[in-house]
């Protein structure tokens, strides 16, 4: 009875986070308890958030580490492909020689002993008299020919290819050079040069990659790259 009489038990109803619902009243001792629960609930909470905090900090510090390497990864492959590129535009750029298969005379370059013939005036060149004048490439013809050898025949051709592709060798477009008796001149690859002499069509169709052009009794003098416009037009 003593018991009964000192304490008064209610029924006491906490909610999962430790709260007492509304409407209900605590006893002491139920009263005890509660701030107990709720004691325990604010620490689990702590300690889970702290938790949380530190397994959100990793994965991003991991994230943030992911991502770098990625970042670098893809770096590297577009380098790898990238600068090869470039690099070979740049080679390319500086091997190129201006293509002179379009060039026409200028009329007042006509007149006088020798004439001046453009690739675009080999379609309705004739034979003539007059000594002929063209510029144009030095090339090899069937066999490759070192830097350097003298030699006494040459092709002539209007354009020099590059680095990554070799030149067009269009028959119509190739003029095989013979040097007068006693002419040697050292060969030069794709230098552009004046080319002098008798120049006349071959006679029959000419096989693929031989010359459709001979020009005989000729000499060579060294070109520059002004003389395109100073004496064609483009």
Request: aromatic residues 8%; proline residues 5%; hydrophobic residues 45%.
């Amino acid at each position: 009875m003593a018991f009964a009489a000192g304490f008064r038990w209610t029924t006491v109803l906490v909610s999962a986070q430790g709260a007492v619902l509304p409407g209900h009243h605590l006893t002491k001792p139920a009263w005890r308890i509660n701030n107990a629960v709720r004691r325990g609930s604010r620490h689990n909470a702590h300690m889970g958030a702290r938790v949380i905090d530190r397994t959100f900090r990793r994965g991003a510090r991991k994230s943030s580490a992911r991502e770098r390497q990625e970042t670098r990864t893809f770096g590297l492959i577009a380098a790898a492909i990238v600068c090869p590129m470039f690099l070979a535009f740049i080679l390319i750029g500086a091997d190129m020689r201006t293509d002179l298969s379009a060039i026409k005379a200028l009329p007042q370059a006509l007149r006088g002993d020798t004439t001046l013939v453009g690739w675009a005036d080999l379609e309705t060149q004739k034979r003539s008299s007059h000594r002929t004048r063209m510029l144009g490439y030095v090339m090899d013809g069937d066999r490759p020919v070192p830097d350097g050898t003298r030699v006494t025949t040459f092709v002539l051709m209007p354009e020099a290819g590059h680095l990554m592709h070799p030149a067009h060798r269009n028959s119509e477009e190739m003029v095989e050079v013979h040097l007068a008796p006693g002419l040697t001149v050292p060969y030069r690859d794709r230098t552009l040069s004046w080319a002098v002499g008798n120049l006349e069509r071959k006679a029959g169709k000419p096989r693929f990659g031989q010359a459709a052009w001979v020009m005989s009794n000729a000499y060579v003098q060294r070109a520059v790259q002004r003389d395109i416009a100073r004496w064609f037009i483009l």
